[in-house]
């Protein structure tokens, strides 16, 4: 597979996550980690479907502790720590902090075999973090308050955790995507133990709920990790990071094509630094005349 087809499925992960708001405000009030349970089962049958079709892809779950234990902290382990940042401060800080992730993807690729970070990467990763700044910012929402410290500790390392899961995930290229259904189905059985022990259940109520619910397991937190998985591996992986911050300014979009937010001057501006940010960071690299 060539590294630009190979970015094009990564981003497909983000156009997936991009629905993930508008998707799960349809799903009404269920709690986190049940809805995580559920979306993640879903997302685990996914690709376990394909055994059914080639059999051999059960080989896929035969690998090292080291590898499923980078799955299941990436997979459970970033969600586990977003959900409780959620819950030990406001959602709108809680993001901002936990949207550090598409820079640190760009930083750490630096670390990876053959991999060099240009400028253009890192102005690239900053202005898109500025269009994410302006974006949350404008809503007049943030404030910064010391009782919320934990919870911005947990986006902060649900941060460092995604961003490190991404990257790492180069380093296990061999892996196949197949072992992802793997990690969903642990990450499920996890998020359930955590919704017995912490959360009351909420069966969606409407069969509109229920088809969002099933949406959000076979694309935001289903095919989203496969492709993701593979643009990892064999994609340009500098460029996925600094796309990734169109990942809240589609969501923004889509909720006010659904009426759930009003378009606003602010949402423009955004678009334009991350865009702008994208667009840097593609620029070709300039050789020097021998």
């Known amino acids: 597979m060539t590294t630009p087809k190979a970015t094009a499925i990564g981003f497909i992960a983000v ?3 991009s629905l993930l708001a508008l998707l799960t405000a349809a799903t009404g009030t269920i709690p986190p980690f049940q809805l995580a349970a559920m979306t993640f089962l879903i997302g685990g049958l996914v690709g376990a479907a394909s055994w059914i079709m080639r059999p051999e892809g059960l080989r896929a779950l035969r ?3 080291a590898v499923w234990a980078l799955g299941i902290a990436g997979l459970f382990g970033y969600h586990a720590l977003y959900f409780a940042a959620l819950r030990l401060a406001p959602p709108a800080e809680s993001g901002l902090i936990n949207y550090l992730w598409p820079l640190l993807i760009v930083l750490f690729s630096s670390l990876l075999p053959g991999e060099h970070l240009r400028r253009a990467h890192v102005i690239g990763a900053f202005l898109g973090f500025a269009g994410v700044v302006v974006l949350i910012g404008g809503r007049g929402v943030l404030e910064a308050r010391a009782e919320f410290l934990p919870g911005y500790l947990c986006a902060f390392v649900a941060a460092f955790v995604w961003a490190a899961y991404s ?4 380093r296990f290229g061999e892996v196949p995507t197949a072992a ?3 990690f969903c189905l642990v990450t499920s059985l996890l998020s359930l133990a955590c919704h017995l022990l912490f959360e009351t259940t909420i069966w969606p109520e409407t069969t509109t709920q229920w088809l969002a619910l099933l949406a959000l397991g076979l ?5 989203a990790f496969y492709v993701w998985d593979i643009g990892m ?4 992986i500098r460029f996925l990071g600094v796309a990734s911050y169109a990942t809240p300014v589609l969501s923004t979009l889509l909720l006010v094509a659904a ?5 606003s001057l602010t949402l423009a501006l955004s678009c ?3 865009v702008l940010g994208a667009l840097i960071a593609t620029l070709p690299v300039r050789r020097r005349p021998a």
């Open 259 to 263: 009426g759930y937010a009003e378009p």
């Open 272 to 274: 334009g630094l991350i």
């Open 180 to 182: 992802v259904a793997g």
């Open 15 to 17: 156009l997936f996550w």
């Open 63 to 65: 690998q090292k502790p």
């Open 233 to 236: 591996k064999r994609g340009d």
């Open 167 to 170: 990257v790492l995930s180069r």
């Open 219 to 223: 694309g935001p937190v289903g095919a």
